[in-house]
């Protein structure tokens, strides 16, 4: 039984991402099924040369399968899902409503995506004035070295959103320690914590 009302967690992963038992968002969708709360963490097809369109009906998929009864639903995107959201948010998927929350994860930048041929269709929409369907959060590190622009002038101001950022933090992933993400689990658990970076 959930030790709080059951949350229902949709968990979506980047570019080569092979789900790694390691990674933070294993870990969190293992301590949230712990907790009793339902978790879909899926392998979005072909990981290393993924297809946007693709990627976006899995997306609505996973969207329309939400728990109607749970008391929260909640998304938590990293990388390149991160801008697969904001693809779902212009384009306004069915289901894209359907969330009480999503956490956006350091999102690669515009530039950095353009770069890679096998991702390059995922570049991000127009960002000014994109009408985001649910309350976001975006979080990234200080020194993301797929952020050179810095999420705040990347994401944040054309979003209008305030980006929190984390100290030496990088991408998030395992190159940077992500492992274990304590606040993250947290904030799954109660949106007015203050997401932190490992150790602190």
């Not at 992963?13 to 009793?36: F, K, S, V």
């Not at 797929?146 to 101001?157: F, H, K, S």
Request: charged share 15%; proline share 14%; hydrophobic share 40%.
């Amino acid at each position: 039984m959930p030790t709080t009302p059951a949350l229902s967690v949709l968990i979506l992963h980047g570019w080569q991402n092979h789900r790694p038992e390691a990674h933070w968002q294993h870990w969190l969708a293992d301590r949230l099924t712990a907790l009793g709360h339902p978790v879909t963490y899926p392998r979005l097809p072909d990981p290393d040369t993924p297809s946007l369109e693709t990627w976006l009906t899995e997306l609505e998929g996973f969207l329309a399968g939400f728990d109607p009864t749970a008391t929260e639903r909640i998304v938590i995107a990293h990388s390149l899902s991160a801008v697969l959201w904001l693809h779902a948010a212009a384009r306004e998927l069915p289901g894209v409503t359907a969330p009480d929350r999503v956490l956006l994860v350091a999102p690669p930048s515009a530039s950095v995506v353009r770069s890679h041929p096998e991702i390059a269709e995922f570049t991000p929409p127009p960002l000014t004035g994109l009408p985001l369907p649910t309350p976001t959060h975006l979080v990234a590190g200080d020194n993301d070295p797929y952020l050179p622009e810095g999420v705040q002038q990347a994401y944040g101001t054309p979003l209008g959103l305030t980006a929190e950022l984390l100290p030496g933090a990088a991408h998030l992933d395992l190159d940077a320690g992500y492992g274990p993400w304590p606040s993250v689990l947290e904030w799954c658990q109660n949106p007015e914590t203050r997401l932190r970076a490992r150790g602190e």
